[in-house]
């Protein structure tokens, strides 16, 4: 099979479809680990995680080991997981506190909560002059760069490359309308992280996210029967619906119903799903909730802020944020035919804890393991990454309401729900950053 490594720029994602070798390639996985990911901006951590000086949260993003820390100034750090001594990982739990100072398991070195050099144990044997010129003797590596938006922290791995504003540019409208669905505009992390291995590469759960057709076929069965469920036990004269019932009900809808989402895309893959209408748009909202919001930001901003409730909104490509559950799916390519995929909940400070349930809720009914919907996109997903294993058309279509002027597109670009420009625009945002990093 002829690698995507080594083809022509622009040969691997045409204006309306996608070469197969991006999904299952591994030299293809490798590269954009290194250069993809090291070149877009992901998320790594909430700072609502991050209590006090010396806390700290570890992961790996992109096959590297990073550490963010909130440092001794109040701000959060983020560094390689590595000793400047021999590589070994600071820490391996996922997440705990430092202390005062970091301290390395295998011989002691250690480091202030900047990452600069503390101290070393038989320091006398060491010539201190040429241990302070070298990389060991300058304490941990920083990423290329970090940003703090609203309590979510981002990173790009690369010293040099697009700064955060223009690369999220638009998009971050919806961090806003999340983060402002608490009176004092702050979130905090909550509830414990539902956490599912996909059989799939991620540009396959990526693309997911954004496929509003496929829950009218894919979720037929749980969709009705959640419908059929509730028109059977409903008490009678009873209006208001039950949490689940109104969390599962939209599965049951038709075209029609995610055609009229509409949606928005941004440049570099970015995207809103739902900005008319979703199935979050009808939730009751807490008795007090929308006083307290007028309160805090008045009530233009409030009518914005409740008004706009999208389906989903991918910040690419490391999460999906849903505002009005107050829920946010977070995605990490493992192996070419491995993704990890976390469902993480947020309370909103001085905000009704109703919230914080609804978010909970929905994680487990539609992002769970129990979940009665994920094990239809999770077969789904295996099944695709097992049928593109064949050659024979190596190309994955992606012509649905393809128009040519959106090639020329520079700004946010407006569909219907339903259309695949959504993947599109997110193909082409890793095509331009594969290929950039290659010509440099
Ligand atoms: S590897 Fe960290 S102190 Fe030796
Ligand atoms: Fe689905």
């Not at 309308?177 to 799939?200: E, Y």
């Not at 008319?276 to 007028?294: D, F, I, K, T, W």
């Amino acid at each position: 099979m002829k690698s995507i490594v080594s083809t022509a720029a622009g040969d691997w994602v045409r204006p309306d479809s996608v070469h197969r070798s991006a999904y299952v390639d591994r030299d293809v996985f490798d590269a954009e680990q290194r250069r993809f990911f090291g070149a877009t901006w992901n998320f790594v951590a909430h700072d609502s995680q991050l209590a006090k000086p010396g806390s700290y949260v570890t992961l790996d993003l992109a096959g590297r080991p990073l550490l963010v820390l909130r440092e001794g100034d109040g701000s959060v750090g983020v560094f390689y997981n590595r000793c400047a001594h021999k590589g070994t990982k600071l820490y391996t739990d996922e997440a705990g506190e430092a202390g005062r100072m970091l301290r390395c398991p295998y011989h002691a070195w250690t480091y202030k909560l900047d990452g600069s050099p503390l101290g070393i144990p038989l320091r006398r044997d060491y010539d201190l002059q040429a241990l302070t010129d070298c990389e060991a003797g300058r304490g941990l590596t920083r990423v290329g760069a970090v940003r703090n938006y609203r309590g979510f922290v981002f990173v790009r791995l690369d010293a040099q490359g697009v700064g955060f504003d223009d690369y999220f540019g638009a998009s971050l409208v919806w961090l806003d309308n999340m983060a402002d669905r608490s009176p004092t505009g702050r979130l905090q992390v909550a509830g414990g992280v539902i956490r599912n291995v996909m059989r799939c590469n991620w540009k396959m759960y990526l693309e997911n996210i954004n496929d509003s057709v496929h829950p009218v076929s894919a979720h037929e069965s749980a969709g009705k029967s959640a419908k059929a469920q509730w028109e059977e036990s409903r008490p009678p004269g009873q209006a208001a619906l039950p949490m689940a019932v109104e969390q599962l009900l939209p599965f049951a809808s038709g075209y029609d119903f995610f055609e009229g989402m509409d949606a928005e895309v941004y440049p570099n893959g970015h995207s809103a799903m739902g900005v008319s209408v979703s199935s979050h748009s009808a939730y009751a909202q807490p008795a007090g909730y929308e006083e307290a919001l007028n309160a805090a930001h008045g009530p233009e901003r409030t009518r914005e802020i409740l008004g706009r409730s999208p389906q989903n909104v991918v910040l690419y490509p490391s999460i999906a944020i849903k505002g009005a559950p107050l829920a946010m799916r977070v995605i990490r390519p493992l192996a070419v035919d491995r993704t990890l995929v976390e469902a993480w909940s947020f309370r909103a400070e001085d905000a009704p804890d109703l919230l914080l349930q609804r978010a909970l809720s929905y994680n487990r009914l539609v992002f769970s393991p129990m979940s009665i919907l994920a094990h239809d996109d999770v077969h789904l997903f295996e099944a695709v990454q097992q049928g593109l294993q064949a050659d024979a058309n190596p190309w994955v279509s992606l012509h649905r309401s393809f128009d040519p002027a959106e090639l020329e597109a520079t700004g946010t670009q407006h569909c219907k729900g339903t259309s695949e420009l959504l993947m599109r625009n997110q193909h082409r945002a890793w095509s331009r950053f594969m290929n950039t990093m290659e010509a440099e």
